[in-house]
């Protein structure tokens, strides 16, 4: 819809500026507050910008908290999430292009798995993998979030658009199954990679609930677990709290930024027909 | 490639995403069921023999259980207010966007997303000091028009609108890109037939846009309206339920259940009351949207 009054375009921005301006407001003032000293963070009045900027909130979180451990359990988790979203391709790339006995009984296990809520497993998942003497370890915290089934579901939906005889091509020129999956399947499918790649990245990077119920030594935290435990500890210490929170909210935020491309052309359902 | 290859090689690439899947969600879906109907706990989890079968008492004492009670009136609440006030606000940004340049569309929408890939650890962090009584800018900002100090996290009442206007804040990008998708993929011709006919504004909103995407807005409302429902994180972070339950949703119910006080089996039941409530409101939702195509 255009609405061509100028008046109202004006005023349509403003109201869009003024609201923009509100949303950005918790980050604006997380990463001010992270630059400002203990005793001027508690200050009332509050200053808007930082008298004295300091980044000593963000060497503590190293020096003196333990966010180098967190950090470096966080991208472990990353990097086992790519893997898992490879496993999540292999499996809607073998739904999608393969035809073989028990596929529809298969497929249905993963849809149903998709459907339920998940506080409906969280109980059981964790028995079973104290059943398996996984808890408190760092497979433990990656194994069940790993394969996700939407995921497979919509990958399965995208290899639908790849041509068989293209496949069947590679088959009659000698090219073997993998070599077929590596080499033609994974740079076609890119599109839906690319979105699938930083939505992982996102995810994995955020993964909280998790890692805090298998995780119990410091050891094995992760930054969201850590960063809960910094707020739990330091209750009044706002300028600490708010590096923290910075630390994990703005390499995500320049990702997205940076591919929001791809992210933001994924939305459209108008394309999905009923 | 002979017929044995061909037949072992799709079960290659399933199979690792399947067991794993298997092993970590069917499995546990199962389980949940059978634990539902026993006294499971932490005795229970040492020594499997040692755990019973009741029957549908995890069931009976749901309903019996003030805590549970409280947590479904909570829940009704955070769906009743949050449905509404998400989906409507998701699509009055989208609608704005679609009337600015290109340039301000852009950069706008990118803005209204960040919180959603934003960790709610940080959320609460941020919020928790924004939301602070004391020290909170909130509360500064009204003290500047004489507005005494909010409760915003310590009145069972404000505490739960508090968690509503963090849960919108947080979860309207996705919404508003669904809708930005749909309004854009509208035909322009449309709209310059309707303003031939002398349509205004409010004609070409309610007599186009809003029946041009219809579909998505159907897919919003039941998306969101799931999403509210298993509504957990917020007060999970912000209140831990509190203060006094106020706060407290199922989801969050059966998470104190499970890992607070270890009653695995009274959690698990709980947590199928959860997923028949989901079946129900999505299935009228579709029912509804049936009805209306007719």
């Given at each position: 819809m255009r609405i061509r009054n100028r008046y109202s375009r004006i005023i349509i921005n403003a109201l869009l500026i003024i609201s923009?301006?509100?949303?950005?407001?918790?980050?604006?003032?997380?990463?001010?507050?992270?630059?400002?000293?203990?005793?001027?963070?508690?200050?009332?009045?509050?200053?808007?910008?930082?008298?004295?900027?300091?980044?000593?909130h963000f060497v503590d979180l190293f020096l003196n908290l333990d966010f180098g451990t967190y950090l470096m359990n966080t991208l472990i988790i990353v990097f086992f999430s790519m893997i898992g979203l490879l496993l999540n391709t292999m499996a809607g790339y073998g739904f999608g292009k393969y035809n073989f006995k028990g596929k529809e009984i298969v497929f249905a296990v993963v849809l149903i798995t998709m459907m339920i809520p998940g506080q409906v497993t969280m109980i059981p998942t964790y028995l079973v993998l104290n059943q398996m003497g996984l808890t408190n370890t760092m497979p433990g915290i990656i194994l069940p979030g790993l394969i996700v089934a939407f995921n497979i579901f919509l990958i399965r939906q995208f290899m639908h658009t790849i041509?068989?005889?293209?496949?069947?091509?590679?088959?009659?020129?000698?090219?073997?199954?993998?070599?077929?999956?590596?080499?033609?399947?994974?740079?076609?499918?890119?599109?839906?990679?690319?979105?699938?790649?930083?939505?992982?990245?996102?995810?994995?990077?955020?993964?909280?609930?998790?890692?805090?119920?298998?995780?119990?030594?410091?050891?094995?935290?992760?930054?969201?677990?850590?960063?809960?435990?910094?707020?739990?500890?330091?209750?009044?210490?706002?300028?600490?709290?708010?590096?923290?929170?910075?630390?994990?909210?703005?390499?995500?935020?320049?990702?997205?930024?940076?591919?929001?491309?791809?992210?933001?052309?994924?939305?459209?359902?108008?394309?999905m027909k009923e | 490639?002979?017929?044995?290859?061909?037949?072992?090689?799709?079960?290659?690439?399933i199979l690792p995403a399947v067991i794993l899947l298997t092993i970590f969600t069917f499995l546990p879906i199962i389980i949940s069921l059978v634990i539902s109907f026993?006294?499971?706990?932490?005795?229970?989890?040492?020594?499997?023999?040692?755990?019973?079968?009741?029957?549908?008492?995890n069931f009976v004492r749901l309903f019996q259980d003030e805590v549970f009670l409280q947590s479904m009136g909570n829940t009704f609440f955070y769906v009743v207010i949050g449905v509404p006030l998400a989906v409507s606000t998701s699509f009055i940004i989208a609608l704005a966007l679609s009337n600015v340049s290109n340039w301000m569309s852009n950069t706008f929408r990118v803005i209204f997303y960040m919180p959603s890939i934003t960790n709610i650890v940080a959320i609460a962090v941020?919020?928790?000091?924004?939301?602070?009584?004391?020290?909170?800018?909130?509360?500064?900002?009204?003290?500047?028009?004489?507005?005494?100090?909010?409760?915003?996290?310590?009145?069972?009442?404000?505490?739960?609108?508090?968690?509503?206007?963090l849960a919108v804040w947080k979860s309207n990008g996705v919404s508003m890109l669904i809708f930005l998708a749909a309004i854009q993929s509208i035909p322009k011709t449309y709209y310059e037939a309707a303003e031939i006919d002398g349509a205004n504004w409010w004609h070409k909103l309610t007599k186009i846009t809003i029946p041009s995407v219809s579909f998505a807005t159907f897919f919003v409302i039941v998306t969101t309206l799931i999403g509210w429902l298993q509504f957990f994180e917020e007060p999970f972070v912000?209140?831990?339920?509190?203060?006094?339950?106020?706060?407290?949703?199922?989801?969050?119910?059966?998470?104190?259940?499970?890992?607070?006080?270890?009653?695995?089996?009274?959690?698990?039941?709980?947590?199928?009351v959860l997923f028949v409530i989901v079946i129900i409101a999505t299935a009228i939702q579709f029912k509804l949207r049936k009805k209306e195509n007719l």
């Open positions: 923009g301006f509100l949303v950005a407001l918790p980050f604006i003032w997380m990463l001010l507050s992270s630059l400002k000293t203990d005793r001027e963070v508690l200050q009332i009045p509050p200053t808007i910008f930082p008298e004295n900027p300091t980044f000593q041509p068989d005889g293209l496949i069947e091509a590679a088959r009659l020129d000698g090219a073997g199954e993998f070599y077929i999956f590596f080499k033609l399947i994974i740079p076609l499918s890119k599109p839906i990679l690319a979105v699938q790649v930083i939505l992982t990245f996102i995810a994995s990077w955020n993964s909280f609930i998790w890692p805090l119920i298998v995780a119990n030594d410091d050891g094995l935290y992760t930054l969201s677990v850590g960063l809960s435990l910094l707020q739990d500890q330091n209750v009044t210490n706002y300028g600490l709290q708010m590096a923290g929170a910075a630390f994990m909210v703005v390499p995500i935020l320049v990702v997205f930024i940076i591919f929001q491309k791809y992210v933001i052309e994924g939305f459209n359902v108008g394309g | 490639m002979n017929s044995f290859k061909m037949k072992i090689t799709p079960f290659l690439f026993t006294d499971m706990d932490l005795v229970g989890l040492g020594n499997l023999s040692s755990v019973q079968f009741v029957g549908v008492e941020v919020w928790g000091f924004l939301y602070n009584e004391e020290y909170g800018l909130f509360n500064y900002i009204l003290s500047l028009v004489n507005i005494d100090a909010v409760p915003w996290l310590n009145d069972i009442l404000i505490a739960k609108i508090s968690l509503i206007i912000m209140t831990e339920g509190g203060p006094l339950n106020g706060t407290n949703s199922i989801a969050l119910f059966i998470y104190q259940e499970g890992f607070q006080y270890n009653e695995f089996g009274y959690g698990a039941a709980a947590s199928f």
